[in-house]
């Protein structure tokens, strides 16, 4: 079954300290992974897309990678504004057009 | 307009009755989506148009749920008999369809329904 597990939940931050936020995914034949953000009463944001593994994309303080199994959004020296829920989501197997997502992690940073 | 509009963006209605969503998508985008989102959850794929004709419906829960796109711009999400497990945040998302469809979806911010 087509599975999307994000890690952590909820991380908290101080303002300058870099992190990672972690999405597993099982999925025959990945057709891409997309890197969402989500503010509080908002749709997500698309952020990125990565097709193969090894790829790497960037925007701002945020850098997104992928393997075969995972991929990691790279967040370094946070500012407050960068708090909100990142989700990632891959196309379904059987349906490229259904997105299957994690359930997010919740990031805050604190100044 | 600039972007993906859903109204109402709040309705509370009681158990037993009729709602509809309504979505209107970005101008030119020939592909739209429904997803259900629930409290910390990711969302949840619901019912996907190309052009008037849904292409996948796989994911409306029952047959209370339906979804119409008459002329192939502004979709209504309609739920018939609403139940309290039916409240959660309805997100529509709009995408170029076809070949120059980039995968990027472009969500609208949601209507929250809560059933009492």
């Known amino acids: 079954e087509d599975q999307v597990t994000q890690s952590p939940e909820a991380l908290r931050l101080q303002e300058g300290e870099s992190s990672s936020l972690n999405c597993s995914y099982t999925v025959s034949g990945l057709r891409g992974l997309f890197w969402y953000r989500q503010d509080p009463g908002k749709g997500p944001e698309f952020l990125f897309t990565?097709?193969?593994a090894g790829e790497e994309k960037e925007k701002e303080r945020l850098k997104a990678t992928l393997t075969k199994k995972e991929s990691f959004l790279h967040i370094t020296a946070p500012k407050p504004e960068d708090s909100a829920t990142y989700l990632c989501?891959?196309?379904?197997?059987?349906?490229?057009?259904?997105?299957?997502f994690g359930q997010g992690t919740r990031l805050t940073i604190n100044p | 307009g600039a972007g993906v509009s859903q109204t109402p963006s709040n309705k509370v209605t009681e158990k037993g009755k009729y709602v509809e969503l309504r979505c209107d998508p970005i101008s030119g985008h020939t592909a739209l989506y429904w997803y259900r989102q629930s409290l910390g959850q990711g969302p949840e794929f619901l019912i996907y148009f190309q052009g008037t004709g849904a292409a996948d419906d796989s994911g409306l829960p029952n047959d209370r749920f339906f979804a119409v796109r008459p002329e192939g711009s502004v979709s209504t999400l309609k739920i018939q008999r609403t139940e309290r497990g039916d409240s959660a945040v309805y997100l529509c998302?709009?995408?170029?369809?076809?070949?120059?469809?980039?995968?990027?979806?472009?969500f609208g911010e949601g209507s929250r329904l809560t059933v009492l």
């Open positions: 989501a891959v196309p379904k197997a059987q349906g490229a057009q259904k997105l299957v």
């Open positions: 998302a709009s995408s170029l369809g076809g070949p120059k469809n980039t995968g990027e979806l472009f």
């Open positions: 990565l097709y193969s």
